[in-house]
């Protein structure tokens, strides 16, 4: 069949909503005649990539707002999003077009990735599919003091924002369209308005290249575990670092940048964890995928997460993941392979000691093995969506 996707967000080679964006559309493109509208800044990286493809490959569609294209330079901040929203009527506009010539089945909202931004490339007539969409997992208010006041106050912002974009027009009409809603965990299930639920269906949108299974290896029991993302105040990254003082036979290195470094490096030194706690900066995706294949554990303390790339690509190397049990690490755990260790979100202290707990358990039963791991793979993925479109054209 024929497909359009809109993928605000598609880069190969990175993490995140753009590796989402990228892995998902070269997935579709398996098995469907797939094109791609994303923005044309990740046009050159893109087409290198395809250029190596030795399978199907989606049409891309570059589109750009070039009057404002600066205030998409960072991904994040009010402009941004409202660059993101300008850039779906653009969108909009382009799928009917293409609509009109092509007479797509199915269009596919994929990137951005949350329940509670507007997608508009239902506009184009074709049954419209949204989704996987995050978004529902919350902070419980007992762990704001985690966050510190800054932290605290943008969580807080984030709340009212959920609160008034459940009332946008733009974001109900793209539920009300959707013959399928795919979000990535309960949370975001929940948070639909309960109308919409009977056609959501849970599914993460985690994926990753093929490639990645040649990279294992074998235990090394150097007990070293590795968290992996922003370093901003509900990545949780603080209550990793204390709870190294009840796991004294684990190193913690820190991988990322963001507001969040300087706190954390005082937290070390205050705690006198120096010589256990390595920071280092963000690193390329196959960087990252091969210090990983040495370490012991990926702890992932995010305090809400949806459906982490980093996570998925652990246990696609074996690599056990320490998480909370919450969002999309709780949706990983139930996959055939996976070695997840899930901590209650507790109170603060019971969250540091959970930690500490869980990397002593690894630590007494060992880490990576060779039992098969998870498959998050590109076949994997295009399996998944071929059942999904399926089930859209038969929407009513």
Known sequence: MKVLISAYACEPGRGSEQGVGWNWSLAAATRHDVW??????????IERALSACDTSIPTFIYLELPWLRRWAVREQGLRHYVYYTLWQFRAALESRRLQRVHRF????????????????????????????????PCIPVRLYAVLGTRGATRELVRLAAQIACRFNPLVRVGWRRAAVILVQNEESFQALPRRYRCRAEIMPNASVPDELRGLRVPQRGRRTAVSA????????????????????????????????????????????????????????????????????????????????LVAAEALVLGLPVVAFDQGGPAVFARAPGARVVLVPL???????????????????????????????????????????????????
């Open 346 to 396: 507790g109170s603060e202290s019971e969250c540091v000691h959970g930690l500490a707990e869980a990397l002593n358990g690894l630590a007494n039963n060992g880490s990576i093995d060779d039992s098969p791991s998870v498959d998050f793979g590109i076949g994997q993925v295009a399996e998944r969506l071929d059942a999904v479109y399926r089930t859209v054209v038969a929407a009513g």
């Open 36 to 45: 791609v509208m994303t923005r044309a800044h990740t046009r050159e990286a």
């Open 105 to 136: 089945d199915v269009v596919h909202h994929l990137t951005y990735a949350s329940i509670w931004l507007p997608n508009l490339a239902w506009i184009s007539g074709a049954k419209f599919l949204l989704g996987p969409a995050g978004g529902g």
């Open 229 to 308: 993302s922003r370093l901003l105040p509900w990545k949780g990254l603080s209550l990793a670092v204390r709870a190294l003082e009840d796991a004294p036979g684990w190193q913690l290195v820190i991988i990322g940048h963001g507001p969040e470094g300087d706190r954390l490096r005082r937290l070390v030194d205050r705690r006198g964890l120096r010589e256990r706690v390595r920071f280092m900066p963000w690193t390329e995706q196959s960087e990252l995928w091969r210090f990983l294949s040495s370490a012991d554990a990926l702890v992932l303390p995010s305090l809400r997460d949806d459906a982490p």
